[in-house]
């Protein structure tokens, strides 16, 4: 409660690829923000957790093999379970990684 909850995943092995486009964070499977293909930090993506992802969230390429994603002030409502999508175009499959869940707990 307060706190700062982060999480890392790992970046795609087929970001390379042209038709990688994005990564997007979610929790309990609604999509909150996405970073682009060849950008560092996200955008916010206009759903109903818009303002916990503009107050809220910093979601961002971390190093050449993981993102972070960080939860700032952590209260209750932010206990869910979040996730990372890698997304492509054509052929290839999008990847939705293992889901990490987080459990806010008072002091």
Do not use: P
Request: charged fraction near 25%; hydrophobic fraction near 35%.
């Amino acid at each position: 409660m307060g706190e700062t909850a982060k999480f890392l995943w790992l970046r795609s092995d087929r970001e390379h690829l042209k038709e990688f486009r994005q990564y997007r964070a979610w929790k309990d499977n609604i999509t909150f923000a996405k970073i682009d293909n060849g950008t560092q930090t996200s955008s916010c993506l206009n759903d109903i957790l818009k303002t916990f992802c503009l107050t809220k969230v910093q979601f961002q390429v971390w190093n050449e093999t993981h993102l972070l994603l960080s939860i700032k002030n952590t209260t209750y409502d932010d206990s869910g379970d979040y996730g990372v999508e890698q997304v492509f175009a054509g052929l290839e499959n999008n990847y939705k990684a293992n889901a990490v869940s987080l459990k806010i707990q008072g002091k």
